[in-house]
């Protein structure tokens, strides 16, 4: 099973993990398998692209004058030249997000 990305942080005394999986069909049967328990699935964007300055800027700018709240994002400089981020938005937003991003 690859993972596209992953991130962590703190929640209280526990701790959140969020798992990107390239292929969630295969994630979740994982899962199952290892007896995991899960939280209810969320959406996140992931966003790759020319590292430069200003590129994260623009694309928060594409979703704020859409009207689009994001509500977390992590995003880092991946090397050679490039960046990624994730964002997440609220789950009546995707589908609008993902135009605006142009993701569907």
Do not use: C, H
Not at 6 to 22: H, K, M, V, W, Y
Not at 40 to 47: I, R
Not at 84 to 94: F, I, N, S
């Amino acid at each position: 099973m690859d993972l596209l990305a992953f991130t962590g942080f703190p929640s209280g005394r526990r701790a959140q993990i969020d798992l990107i999986p390239e292929d969630v069909a295969v994630f979740k049967k994982a899962v199952k398998a290892a007896k995991l328990e899960t939280r209810p699935q969320k959406f996140v964007f992931l966003v790759r692209g020319d590292d430069r300055k200003g590129a994260v800027a623009e694309l928060l700018k594409t979703l704020a004058e859409k009207k689009i709240n994001v509500t977390a994002i992590d995003a880092v400089a991946a090397g050679t030249g490039r960046y990624a981020a994730m964002l997440w938005v609220e789950p009546k937003d995707v589908n609008k997000a993902a135009k605006a991003l142009g993701a569907g």
